[in-house]
């Protein structure tokens, strides 16, 4: 299957800091690509949808200003939690879908779990 | 009502038993469906995309039920190794998105 690498795959930061998590697809290209949170015990919660060079499109209730994506290119897209709080450690998680396979399924990346301090 | 529903567990189950999961979704108009796994602290991988016609792939049986709205997961024959969350997930709705169910915790025990 197609692969979805995130660097890093962990990070600890000190509140009001700024973290950037990248996304890239391997071996594919990836006109979307989704960005993901997901707090312990819960499930995924879509954060926003990420077009090559348009903007990206946020879930209601989170903050574009605050969770910034950049998808540059067909196979990265970066997330920038800034100024991170505590209430923002999570496992983030990126997925680009391979419009080569049929119903397009989604393939994810290992994930980045944050921690603000 | 969200959009995709679980039950969460967990499943506490021996081995070589036949479990089964169901998963109920509210979007009528929802076109593809699969299941997920996700092992813990780790990302989700796809078990199997889920047709209308019901398929298999091995010891796994995804069946989709379009009129009462669920689709459903059996796994044979189960494994220790087949211990994790699984992840009922949705695309449709009016900007074709993904939506993830709750997930589904089975404990698969010698």
């Known amino acids: 299957g197609a692969v979805v690498s995130q660097h890093p795959s962990w990070v600890i930061c000190k509140s009001g800091t700024s973290v950037k998590i990248e996304c890239r697809s391997l071996?594919?290209?990836?006109?979307?690509m989704f960005w993901y949170r997901q707090f312990p015990k819960q499930s995924l919660m879509l954060m926003a949808t990420?077009?090559?060079?348009?903007?990206?499109?946020?879930e209601q209730g989170v903050e574009k200003d605050k969770f910034l994506i950049n998808h540059a290119s067909l196979t990265l897209s970066t997330l920038t939690v800034t100024s991170a709080h505590p209430e923002d450690s999570s496992f983030y998680i990126c997925?680009?879908?391979?419009?080569?396979?049929?119903?397009?399924?989604?393939?994810f990346g290992p994930g980045t779990r944050l921690t603000v301090t | 009502r969200k959009e995709v529903e679980q039950d969460p567990g967990p499943f506490n189950v021996p081995e070589g038993a036949t479990v089964a999961f169901n998963c109920t979704y509210s979007?009528?108009?929802?076109?593809?469906f699969f299941w997920y796994r996700q092992d813990c602290r780790k990302e989700p991988k796809l078990l199997m995309s889920?047709?209308?016609s019901g398929n298999e792939d091995g010891r796994f049986t995804a069946q989709l039920n379009r009129a009462s709205q669920y689709i459903s997961l059996l796994i044979r024959d189960s494994k220790l190794s087949d211990s994790a969350t699984y992840l009922c997930?949705?695309?449709?709705?009016?900007?074709?998105?993904?939506?993830f169910g709750s997930g589904t915790k089975l404990n698969v025990k010698p």
């Open positions: 997925s680009a879908r391979d419009l080569r396979q049929g119903a397009g399924e989604q393939y």
């Open positions: 071996d594919f290209q990836a006109t979307t």
């Open positions: 990420s077009n090559e060079g348009s903007k990206a499109t946020y």
């Open positions: 979007n009528s108009a929802s076109q593809s």
């Open positions: 889920v047709y209308s």
């Open positions: 997930v949705v695309k449709g709705g009016n900007f074709n998105k993904f939506y």
